[in-house]
Nanobody, 120 residues
């Protein structure tokens, strides 16, 4: 089992920045992907950013709507993944969820989410 706890959400004006954190515990060593997803009211959950890690390298994938504005990173020593969000827009308003899983199976565990609200 893996437990995920998100933090860092809040209310920010458009153009501002936020950094989300996701602290993982449990069998984290078995998870080689971690990511951020979001769900806005009335919309489906969408992928924001995913990071795939191995012992020697990592690579990232971003949703088209956040490329160039958001950055995902992972601190393996702290079992924490971050999402740095810059140049925020009102359409970024959503509940942001942290997920963890294996590349072969996709996201298997989810956090409870943190609300991000961007005012215009």
């Amino acid at each position: 089992q893996v437990q995920l706890v998100e933090s860092g959400g809040g209310l920010v004006q458009a153009g501002g920045s936020l950094r989300l954190s996701c602290a993982a515990s449990g069998r984290v060593f078995s998870m080689n992907i971690m990511g951020w997803y979001r769900q806005a009211p009335g919309k489906q959950r969408e992928m924001v950013a995913v990071i795939r890690s191995s012992s020697t390298s990592s690579f990232t994938i971003y949703g088209d709507s956040v490329k160039g504005r958001f950055t995902i990173s992972r601190d393996n020593a702290k079992n924490t993944v971050y999402l740095q969000m810059n140049s925020l827009k009102p359409e970024d308003t959503a509940v942001y969820y942290c997920g963890a899983g294996r590349w072969e199976k996709g996201i298997e565990y989810w956090g409870k989410g943190t609300l991000v609200t961007i005012s215009s």
